[in-house]
């Protein structure tokens, strides 16, 4: 209830009562006020908890580190996770000579990871990293389990944990082909991080995104996965940012004939109020290379240190390249793209920005970090 609405109460009041001293009305007044007060505190600390942005204090970024897999390599030390910096976002210097930082064979069900995720945690003490646990090297492509998941105090040592689908939730994920290319974003009306990832069916030819809650420990979900968005022709590859009261979902998209012979993909985007949907469809292509039928995928989307432009990168797997458009708004793109100049040839990954403090460990670790960093 509204002050103004305590007040009318009260006039109602009093002229129903007329032996109602002045006194009297004045005490009831001061409690309207205190009432309605609390009532704006309350309601104002429901709305910043729905805004990721008023929840974290903003931190101070001098670099950015690049987590990725290769796709140059020898083949059984392609699916492993490695990291490059950058102090400008554009040219890359590989940690640990693009060797692995992080051994697959330790840390997955199938030997290899891939499409890894990188993000630091809310209050800013943590690092949680997501990846495909899929070895093509060894298994092919025809079926892989589920993710991994790891967090970290300082980026250089990593606890894991392993989330199968088709052993730990059979009800529904018994005869789950795919499960790819998974991310995470801290749900501040909750206080939790979501998990969402692309899920195929053996007997069902579309690609759906499905999320569920990471624990405490974030070593595992605390809850069966649910459908999160179903777009129209199916797509992989998804990464959500909040912006301006808008979740914006960007993915790996497609359009199909009436016979449901795909034509065209590329980059899309759908978008939402609410981080669980209803997600509205964008059927247009955000990249430079739809029309030109030159495939990309891998979108990831990250905001440029100091600066209130955002960049989204994809991968041309293709023919090992990486490159980039930028934006303002999130709708409007630039429409030439741009490379990233680097010294190796990085797969689906995802960029987060970093303190200089932070690519300087980085680099007693594993050395790579470029000098204006040190």
Same mark, same amino acid.
């Given at each position: 209830?509204t002050?103004i609405s305590?007040v009318?109460?009260?006039?109602?009041?009093?002229?129903?009562l007329?032996?109602?001293?002045l006194s009297?009305?004045?005490?009831?007044?001061s409690?309207?006020?205190?009432t309605?007060?609390?009532? =704006?505190?309350?309601?104002?600390?429901?709305?910043?908890?729905?805004?990721p942005?008023?929840i974290?204090?903003?931190?101070?970024?001098?670099? $950015?580190l690049?987590?990725y897999f290769?796709?140059?390599?020898? *083949?059984?030390?392609?699916?492993?996770?490695?990291?490059a910096?950058?102090?400008?976002?554009?040219?890359?210097f590989a940690?640990?000579?693009?060797l692995p930082?992080?051994?697959?064979e330790?840390?997955?069900?199938?030997g290899?990871?891939?499409?890894?995720?990188?993000? *630091?945690?809310?209050?800013?003490k943590?690092?949680?990293?997501?990846a495909t646990d899929m070895?093509?090297a060894k298994?092919?492509?025809?079926?892989?389990?589920?993710?991994?998941?790891?967090?970290?105090?300082?980026?250089?040592?990593?606890? !894991?944990?392993?989330?199968d689908?088709e052993?730990?939730?059979p009800h529904?994920?018994a !005869?789950?082909?795919?499960?790819?290319?998974?991310q995470?974003?801290?749900?501040?009306?909750v206080?939790?991080?979501?998990?969402?990832?692309?899920?195929?069916?053996?007997?069902?030819?579309?690609?759906?995104?499905y999320?569920?809650?990471a624990?405490?420990?974030?070593?595992?979900?605390?809850?069966e996965?649910a459908l999160?968005?179903?777009?129209? $022709?199916?797509?992989?590859d998804?990464?959500?940012i $909040?912006?301006?009261?808008?979740?914006?979902?960007?993915?790996k998209?497609?359009t199909?004939d009436?016979?449901?012979?795909e034509?065209?993909?590329?980059?899309?985007?759908?978008?939402?109020?609410?981080?669980?949907?209803?997600?509205?469809e964008?059927?247009?292509?955000?990249?430079?290379?739809s029309?030109?039928k030159i495939?990309?995928?891998g979108?990831?989307i990250?905001?440029?240190?100091?600066?209130d432009?955002?960049?989204?990168m994809?991968?041309?797997? =293709?023919?090992?390249?990486?490159?980039?458009?930028?934006?303002?708004?999130?709708?409007?793109?630039?429409?030439?793209?741009?490379?990233f100049?680097?010294d190796?040839?990085p797969? !689906?990954g995802?960029v987060?920005g970093? =303190?200089?403090?932070?690519?300087?460990?980085?680099?007693?670790?594993?050395?790579g970090?470029?000098?204006?960093?040190?």
């Open positions: 209830m002050f305590y009318y109460l009260i006039k109602y009041k009093a002229m129903k007329p032996f109602l001293c009297c009305f004045a005490l009831l007044l409690i309207a006020q205190q309605a007060a609390q009532t =704006t505190v309350k309601a104002k600390a429901r709305s910043a908890a729905a805004v942005n008023k974290q204090k903003q931190q101070e970024f001098d670099a $950015y690049f987590t290769e796709g140059s390599g020898p *083949r059984q030390l392609d699916e492993q996770v490695r990291f910096v950058s102090a400008d976002a554009k040219n890359w940690l640990n000579k693009n930082v992080i051994d697959s330790k840390t997955s069900g199938t290899g990871v891939r499409d890894p995720y990188l993000m *630091r945690s809310q209050d800013g943590q690092f949680f990293m997501v070895s093509t298994n092919g492509w025809g079926h892989n389990p589920g993710i991994v998941m790891l967090r970290s105090d300082d980026l250089l040592s990593w606890k !894991h944990g392993i989330v689908l052993k730990q939730y529904k994920f !005869h789950v082909q795919w499960v790819w290319a998974p995470t974003i801290y749900d501040a009306a206080g939790k991080y979501m998990v969402y990832f692309t899920v195929k069916y053996k007997n069902d030819a579309k690609l759906d995104f999320a569920a809650y624990n405490a420990d974030f070593s595992g979900f605390e809850n996965p999160l968005f179903s777009p129209k $022709y199916g797509g992989i998804g990464d959500i $909040y912006k301006d009261g808008l979740y914006h979902f960007f993915y998209g497609n199909k009436e016979n449901g012979k034509f065209e993909n590329g980059i899309q985007q759908a978008t939402s109020k609410s981080l669980h949907g209803p997600w509205a964008d059927f247009k292509y955000l990249d430079a290379y029309a030109k495939v990309v995928e979108s990831s990250f905001k440029l240190n100091h600066s432009t955002y960049v989204l994809y991968d041309l797997y =293709t023919n090992q390249r990486y490159e980039f458009q930028r934006s303002k708004d999130l709708f409007r793109f630039t429409p030439a793209p741009e490379s100049r680097k190796f040839f797969r !689906h995802s987060m970093i =303190t200089r403090a932070e690519a300087q460990r980085l680099n007693e670790k594993w050395g970090v470029p000098k204006e960093l040190l």
